[in-house]
């Protein structure tokens, strides 16, 4: 081997070095670009019978500065920061709905519970009704608006999903291509490694992690199987899967879904992390939740306020229909359903329809009407009288129709006592009160309705009445538990969408520090491997004069 032939060997290896480096500045700014390295390797020496003289160097090969494990951690820490933020995203959304003045129920239903109680305090006034009314509207409009709010937030998530489809398939057909092109660049023979197709590849991989989670495995071609979710193969060679939008009609309302395959299996609940499974979480976790309490919510109110209403007596002395319905009625009652059923305000059952209409009374007895405990449509047998006997420290009720009832009662101790008048003669809560005299008679008969507040206090008492979750909270307990429940998880949200940021910004840190273009790395590569070349050149000119001077000497 000739000294200009190691001479060349060094200025064609400090070429390629230098058209390396120079790659790796032009690509700084090149997103998915890492960085390469040319390997320098010594040629096969020549054997000169007892000692080998060296023939030079060349470039082995191009390296491509990679670690699988980091690029493994980047994936999984960017699928879970996407499906943490498209979480708190909606969640968050949602939270400032339910939480709204303007549109929540906790400023609705006081303002309708601060009506019922105007009307109590001035049951005659039409004006107070008619306030009742309009609140009464108001806050089933509320359920109704929030009830569509909720439903606009599920149709983004079925619109996101439709979205994420096509680009999940577009990424798996260019992740499949590329497989095919770096097949094909393997098998020329060269041994390298076609480093700008391994950079796109792994670039659309990490931009699928950002809608599902992705797990890669390795075939001895230089493909790579790409499978999402729980295992479902997305790119398997030269082929890709497709996904599909479907309609899962077993859902009220009606949604989208995700088929796999020719077959459009639904892998839905199998798809994780990512933007597709923080949009599933919150579907599910928020969206699904924040209805079921608000339609409970709604439920509680229609079916509450009816039955109590159903019990009082309007202006006109008609016994009360339902305060608020819905306008076509679904297998269940839901917050998008309920209407006011009542436009005239001497329609509002105010009274009670049975109240004491008579007493014949020497002694201080009384009795008051605490509450009608009969389910509606009422039926009354009225007059019923009820006479003392102080012998006995009883009052003996009585209609004319049903067997007596004695009601025992001692004015001694016996006073604000309550007791309960039942069926078949009537379902009434008294409240028996005063020192009645041997003999004395009260009378309950129907009630003439003017100025009787009763049923009015009675419908304003179920603002802290528990008649919801087996009789354990208000309405503004439910609410509250609703709006609070969203809430904790937008705050949870928060903090893992914090943590996940963190995690992915520390192994970018590191896959950059790593695999990333360091300007003045490559700077002072770029001179080493300048002075190279100028000495590789040197070793040409002494190789020619050398040659000169022999070619002279002769």
Same mark, same amino acid.
């Given at each position: 081997?000739?000294?200009?032939?190691?001479?060349?060997?060094?200025?064609?290896?400090?070429?390629?070095?230098?058209?390396?480096?120079?790659?790796?500045?032009?690509?700084?700014?090149?997103?998915?670009?890492?960085?390469?390295?040319?390997?320098?390797?010594?040629?096969?020496?020549?054997?000169?019978?007892?000692?080998?003289?060296?023939?030079?160097?060349?470039?082995?090969?191009?390296?491509?500065?990679?670690?699988?494990?980091?690029?493994?951690?980047?994936?999984?820490?960017?699928?879970?920061?996407?499906?943490?933020?498209?979480?708190?995203?909606?969640?968050?959304?949602i939270d400032d709905l339910l939480?709204?003045?303007?549109?929540?129920?906790?400023?609705?239903?006081?303002?309708?519970?601060?009506?019922?109680?105007?009307?109590?305090?001035?049951?005659?006034?039409?004006?107070?009704?008619?306030?009742?009314?309009?609140?009464?509207?108001?806050?089933?409009?509320?359920?109704?608006?929030?009830?569509?709010?909720?439903?606009?937030?599920?149709?983004?998530?079925?619109?996101?999903?439709?979205?994420?489809?096509?680009?999940?398939?577009?990424? @798996?057909?260019?992740?499949?291509?590329? #497989?095919?092109?770096?097949?094909?660049?393997?098998?020329?023979?060269?041994?390298?490694?076609?480093?700008?197709l391994l950079d796109k590849r792994?670039?659309?991989?990490?931009?699928?992690?950002?809608?599902?989670?992705?797990?890669?495995?390795?075939?001895?071609?230089?493909?790579?199987?790409? /499978?999402?979710?729980?295992?479902?193969?997305?790119?398997?060679?030269?082929?890709?899967?497709?996904?599909?939008?479907?309609?899962?009609?077993?859902?009220?309302?009606?949604?989208?879904?995700?088929?796999?395959?020719?077959?459009?299996?639904?892998?839905?609940?199998?798809?994780?992390?990512?933007? *597709?499974?923080?949009?599933?979480?919150?579907?599910?976790?928020?969206?699904?939740?924040?209805?079921?309490?608000?339609?409970?919510?709604?439920?509680?109110?229609?079916?509450?306020?009816?039955?109590?209403?159903?019990?009082?007596?309007?202006?006109?002395?008609?016994?009360?229909?339902?305060?608020?319905?819905?306008?076509?009625?679904?297998?269940?009652?839901?917050?998008? @359903?309920?209407?006011?059923? *009542?436009?005239?305000?001497?329609?509002?059952?105010?009274?009670?329809?049975?109240?004491?209409?008579?007493?014949?009374?020497?002694?201080?007895?009384? $009795?008051?009407?605490?509450?009608?405990?009969?389910?509606?449509?009422?039926?009354?047998?009225?007059?019923?009288?009820?006479?003392?006997?102080?012998?006995?420290?009883?009052?003996?009720?009585?209609?004319?129709?049903?067997?007596?009832?004695? $009601?025992?009662?001692?004015?001694?101790?016996?006073?604000?006592?309550?007791?309960?008048?039942?069926?078949?003669?009537?379902?009434?809560? /008294?409240?028996?009160?005063?020192?009645?005299? #041997?003999?004395? *008679?009260?009378?309950?008969?129907?009630?003439?309705?003017?100025?009787?507040?009763?049923?009015?206090?009675?419908?304003?008492?179920?603002?802290?009445?528990?008649?919801?979750?087996?009789?354990?909270?208000?309405?503004?307990?439910?609410?509250?538990?609703?709006?609070?429940?969203?809430?904790?998880?937008?705050?949870?949200?928060?903090?893992?969408?914090?943590?996940?940021?963190?995690?992915?910004?520390?192994?970018n840190l590191r896959h950059e520090?790593?695999?990333?273009?360091?300007?003045?790395?490559?700077?002072?590569?770029?001179?080493?491997?300048?002075?190279?070349?100028?000495?590789?050149?040197? *070793?040409?000119?002494?190789?020619?004069?050398?040659?000169?001077?022999?070619?002279?000497?002769?």
């Amino acid at each position: 081997m000739s000294l200009l032939n190691v001479g060349v060997s060094a200025l064609l290896t400090s070429q390629g070095s230098l058209a390396t480096t120079s790659q790796n500045i032009s690509n700084v700014n090149t997103e998915g670009y890492n960085r390469q390295r040319a390997e320098h390797v010594t040629r096969a020496a020549n054997f000169q019978g007892a000692y080998y003289i060296g023939t030079g160097v060349t470039i082995g090969g191009v390296e491509r500065i990679y670690d699988n494990f980091i690029a493994s951690q980047v994936r999984t820490y960017t699928s879970q920061e996407s499906q943490q933020d498209t979480f708190l995203k909606f969640s968050r959304q949602i939270d400032d709905l339910l939480g709204s003045p303007q549109l929540g129920l906790d400023s609705g239903l006081e303002s309708f519970f601060n009506a019922v109680h105007e009307v109590a305090n001035n049951p005659t006034s039409i004006s107070a009704r008619q306030v009742m009314l309009t609140e009464g509207e108001i806050l089933a409009n509320r359920f109704n608006t929030l009830d569509k709010q909720l439903g606009e937030f599920d149709k983004q998530v079925d619109n996101l999903l439709s979205v994420s489809i096509k680009d999940i398939n577009s990424l @798996s057909k260019g992740i499949a291509d590329l #497989n095919a092109a770096i097949i094909a660049a393997g098998a020329s023979g060269t041994g390298d490694q076609p480093n700008d197709l391994l950079d796109k590849r792994d670039k659309l991989i990490n931009d699928l992690s950002k809608f599902t989670s992705v797990n890669i495995i390795p075939e001895d071609t230089g493909a790579l199987t790409v /499978l999402v979710g729980n295992g479902q193969a997305l790119v398997v060679g030269t082929a890709n899967i497709e996904l599909h939008e479907i309609v899962d009609s077993s859902t009220n309302p009606v949604r989208v879904g995700i088929g796999y395959g020719p077959a459009q299996i639904d892998v839905s609940a199998q798809l994780t992390g990512g933007s *597709i499974g923080g949009a599933l979480q919150v579907r599910s976790d928020v969206i699904d939740s924040a209805r079921t309490e608000l339609d409970a919510l709604a439920l509680g109110v229609t079916t509450s306020f009816n039955a109590q209403h159903r019990k009082g007596v309007s202006l006109n002395g008609t016994i009360g229909g339902d305060l608020f319905t819905v306008a076509t009625p679904p297998a269940t009652t839901d917050a998008g @359903s309920i209407r006011l059923a *009542i436009s005239d305000p001497r329609d509002l059952a105010i009274a009670f329809p049975v109240g004491v209409t008579n007493t014949s009374v020497t002694g201080s007895g009384q $009795i008051e009407i605490a509450s009608i405990d009969a389910t509606p449509p009422l039926a009354l047998t009225l007059p019923i009288t009820l006479t003392f006997d102080s012998a006995t420290n009883q009052y003996t009720a009585t209609d004319g129709v049903n067997p007596a009832v004695t $009601i025992a009662y001692d004015p001694s101790s016996d006073g604000g006592k309550s007791v309960s008048l039942t069926a078949p003669m009537a379902e009434l809560t /008294l409240v028996l009160n005063g020192i009645p005299a #041997n003999g004395d *008679i009260i009378t309950l008969g129907s009630s003439s309705a003017i100025g009787d507040n009763r049923n009015a206090l009675a419908l304003a008492d179920l603002q802290i009445a528990k008649t919801l979750n087996g009789g354990t909270q208000s309405f503004a307990d439910s609410y509250g538990v609703t709006v609070a429940n969203v809430a904790t998880r937008t705050h949870q949200a928060e903090i893992g969408q914090k943590t996940q940021q963190g995690l992915l910004d520390q192994v970018n840190l590191r896959h950059e520090s790593l695999s990333g273009v360091n300007l003045d790395e490559e700077a002072a590569n770029l001179i080493k491997f300048q002075q190279a070349y100028q000495a590789a050149s040197q *070793i040409i000119t002494v190789s020619n004069t050398v040659f000169n001077a022999l070619i002279n000497a002769v």
